[in-house]
């Protein structure tokens, strides 16, 4: 009976520490009283009991340290409240077969209670992306085992081809709508005036991330500058290989910061910087030639201009080809005009005669002088 009690007592105790399941039939009196309940002198749900005397068992032979912690806990109930003393009363009452329902059911109640927490624990289909999902139909049955695939459904490349599909549709959609709008914001071209020597240049990929987004670059032509001629061959020097003599114009670029206005601000101070040391007069570089060896210059052919259509050569192209027209009609009434199509059908024909003669020279067996019996060897 005292074992009866305990396993009772314990599931009572386990109920009202945990959060209310729908599992749990409990009358709140008895989730009451559990509560009120005194700890127990042994750990709840420990296997290992306390240390105590090894003749401490009563003359029923059960342990007397459990059957006192019980009734003292039993009186301890009956004394805090009337509801826990009239179940303490019922549960004494009770026989053999009543007692081995009310183990039955303490292990039912623990066996549901560790039910529904591994059924908590179990995590949602891809729990990553749909953290908060609340749809029943991403958990996993009772059985434990995974839904079954949906073979109606189109593959992962299939989901991918459609999703390229609705990007493109997304695009057009904006050319059709949006684009017409920028045409408000449009201004005529205006050249750039002699305080705007500096061309800068920019890389975009469309709203993508690329490491040579923050790429800028510089292109100025050092006869814009405000700089005599002397400063303006010491400056061609100082640029070096960023100078091409061909089109007179140097090129900068700069990516070695995060973003595309620091490299700008970077290759406007170069600029600055250049200039100041073109007009400084301490070292003009007159003893230093001008270094072009890195630009190749590649030939360009023209077009020459003998070759040119003029009106007085379109005239003789057209007198030429008529008298050529004349001439043939003439050969074509002499009979001495040369038909193309005539000569080469008959050096078709010329062909299939020296073939057909080339078959019919098979070899003859002849007797070699000296015979004896050898083997004749064939002439031809």
């Not at 045409?183 to 020597?197: Q, Y």
Request: net charge neutral.
């Amino acid at each position: 009976m005292a074992s009866c009690s305990r396993s009772l007592w314990l599931g009572l105790r386990v109920c009202a520490r945990s959060a209310p399941s729908p599992q749990r039939t409990f009358s709140p009196a008895c989730r009451a009283a559990a509560r009120r309940a005194a700890p127990s002198t042994r750990r709840t749900l420990s296997t290992t009991p306390c240390r105590r005397d090894d003749n401490s068992k009563n003359a029923d032979g059960k342990d007397a340290a459990d059957s006192q912690s019980i009734e003292g806990e039993e009186a301890r109930s009956s004394r805090d409240d009337p509801e826990s003393a009239a179940i303490a009363a019922k549960l004494a009452t009770l026989g053999p077969q009543q007692e081995q329902q009310l183990e039955q059911l303490g292990l039912d109640l623990a066996r549901a209670r560790s039910e529904a927490n591994r059924n908590a624990a179990i995590k949602k289909k891809n729990d990553f992306w749909f953290a908060d999902e609340t749809d029943s139909e991403l958990f996993i049955d009772e059985s434990h085992e995974p839904e079954e695939p949906d073979h109606e459904d189109i593959s992962t490349p299939g989901h991918a081809k459609f999703e390229q599909y609705r990007e493109y549709r997304e695009y057009a959609r904006l050319a059709a709508w949006q684009l017409p709008l920028l045409s408000k914001l449009a201004t005529p071209f205006r050249p750039p005036t002699a305080e705007e020597p500096l061309r800068f240049r920019y890389t975009t990929y469309m709203g993508e991330t690329h490491p040579a987004e923050n790429k800028v670059v510089v292109e100025f032509s050092p006869r814009d500058l405000p700089l005599t001629e002397p400063q303006q061959l010491k400056l061609k020097k100082l640029l070096g290989v960023r100078y091409n003599p061909e089109t007179e114009i140097a090129k900068i670029s700069c990516e070695q910061f995060e973003h595309q206005a620091q490299n700008k601000r970077y290759l406007g101070d170069l600029v600055d910087k250049l200039i100041v040391q073109a007009k400084d007069t301490t070292d003009t570089f007159d003893d230093v030639p001008l270094d072009t060896r890195h630009h190749k210059a590649k030939p360009k052919i023209k077009f020459p201009v003998e070759w040119r259509m003029t009106a007085e050569r379109r005239k003789f192209i057209d007198e030429t080809r008529v008298q050529a027209q004349l001439t043939d009609e003439t050969r074509a009434a002499d009979g001495t005009l040369v038909d193309g199509k005539q000569r080469i059908a008959e050096s078709f024909v010329l062909r299939e005669q020296q073939l057909a003669k080339e078959k019919q020279r098979i070899p003859m067996p002849a007797y070699a002088r000296g015979g004896g019996g050898k083997r004749p060897a064939p002439r031809i």
